[in-house]
């Protein structure tokens, strides 16, 4: 990019701040050189020896965040049940495969491929135990598309605590590339009666995590049994050699070690879908079987912790939904005030963490940062007011209420309700 002139750039921060607008004005804050030299770029350098598999760069430190209960980082490794993706480091959209987030219930089995089976039984015309080489010798396809927990937002339900990173508040998402075998094509393999409506899914870890699934249209036609993830196979945190992945669907239903399909007319209900898995709610009754993740949307940038400077700040975030593809992305720098529409940077892939992006000139006066998505079944991000209005605070998943960033007179961000 061209650099702007410190001139022009205060002429693009001021008329920023006359219409107290974001958008993108392009301004930068590159140093302005008199000559075409290269004596302000530090000069080449022998190099270090190449490898088999590469590293970041020393200069580069990511790292996920381990947790035992919500919110609190574990004590002895071993009570970790999360670790959350440090999506306010992260650029684009795609989740580097080892910072892609987990939540695994008992630990990671470690499964040898040549071992694995995969039980297909229940109402279907041929009862079959499938090999890792049976599964990969069948048709595949890849699909970008994001994997979020239902727990993804629970630390704002009842209350914000100020200190907390967006890697605390949204951390439990990741969009990665997904190969497998398309499930239409493995319940043509072994004739699923169509009186079947659910299919049980299990894992073959020390948890037995079991989920019932409707096989509805969308599940049929999308749903993945995936053995690659961001072109290699899975890693052993994420299922290896086989997990089931379905776009759009909370992500406890997307089984991991999957060892098994039953096939029958009425939900198999699991401890994971009475016991736990379900929402409270405000008055007392218990939802089951809330299966999509709803429209969401957070600002990475700035975002909790941070410290920011008077003048030209450029807001970036995440957008994504479970019904399809981010129309639209629309942030507020007043406190919901007033909203002006971001700028959707990247392919707005369907059931995909889609990046947005705004310029804005911060005038130094303490202020809230929001963002409002909206896909395109026209699904809008609620607000908390109306999203706790509407939920209660009994509940503890499928949060997708509004983020709020409270920056102070210091530039300091903080997580606030509203
Ligand atoms: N077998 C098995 N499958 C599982 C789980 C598990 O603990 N065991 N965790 C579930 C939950 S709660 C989530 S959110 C996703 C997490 O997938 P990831 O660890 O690859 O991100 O896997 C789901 N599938
Ligand atoms: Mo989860």
């Known amino acids: 990019m061209k650099p702007v002139s410190q001139d022009k750039l205060r002429k693009l921060t001021r008329r920023g701040m006359l219409r107290g607008t974001v958008g993108l004005v392009g301004a930068t804050a590159a140093t302005t050189v008199k000559a075409d030299s290269l004596l302000h770029v530090p000069p080449r350098g022998p190099g270090g020896l190449l490898s088999a598999t590469s590293e970041r760069s020393k200069f580069v430190h990511l790292a996920r965040i381990p947790e035992s209960t919500p919110g609190r980082r574990p004590v002895d490794p071993s009570e970790a049940i999360n670790a959350k993706t440090p999506i306010d480091r992260l650029v ?50 890849s699909r970008i598309a994001f994997l979020e927990c239902t727990g993804n937002g629970w630390e704002n339900w009842k209350e914000a605590p100020p200190d907390l990173t967006v890697q605390n508040t949204h951390g439990l998402i990741s969009t990665n590339e997904w190969t497998g075998v398309p499930l239409s094509y493995l319940i043509d393999v072994v004739g699923v009666d169509p009186r079947s409506t659910w299919m049980l899914a299990e894992g073959g870890d020390g948890s037995a995590v079991a989920r019932s699934i409707p096989l509805t249209d969308e599940i049929i036609a999308e749903g993945i049994l995936a053995y690659g993830q961001n ?11 086989l997990r089931l992945f379905l776009p759009g669907f ?68 995440l ?49 809230k940062i929001i963002s409002r998505s909206t896909d395109d ?34 530039g300091q961000v903080r997580n606030v309700l509203s």
């Open 319 to 367: 957008a994504w939904s479970g019904h399809g593809r981010i129309a639209r992305v629309e942030i507020s720098t007043d406190g919901a005030k007033t909203w002006c529409d971001a700028h959707l940077a990247g392919p707005a892939l369907p059931k995909a963490q889609t990046r947005f992006q705004a310029d804005w000139v911060w005038d130094g006066k303490p202020t």
């Open 250 to 317: 909370e992500g406890n239903l997307n089984i991991k070690w999957l060892r098994r399909l039953k096939f029958g007319d009425r939900p198999f209900m699991t401890r994971w879908e009475t016991a736990r898995y379900t929402q409270l709610q405000a008055d007392g009754e218990a939802r089951q079987f809330q299966l999509h993740q709803d429209v969401n949307s957070v600002i990475t940038s700035p975002s909790g912790m941070m410290q920011i400077r008077p003048g030209y700040n450029r807001i970036t975030g």
């Open 377 to 410: 079944k026209r699904h809008v991000q609620p607000d908390r007011a109306s999203f706790i209005a509407k939920t209660g605070t009994n509940a503890l998943f499928h949060y997708n209420a509004q983020q709020t960033w409270a920056i102070d007179q210091n």
């Open 231 to 241: 072109g290699e196979p899975l890693r052993p945190a994420h299922g290896f050699p």
């Open 92 to 141: 684009g959209s795609i989740t580097p495969a080892d910072l892609h987030y987990e939540r695994s219930h008992s630990g990671v089995p470690d499964i040898d491929p040549a071992q694995h089976r995969l039980l297909v039984h229940g109402e279907v015309r041929k009862q079959l135990v499938f090999t890792m080489n049976d599964l990969q010798a069948m048709p595949t396809v």
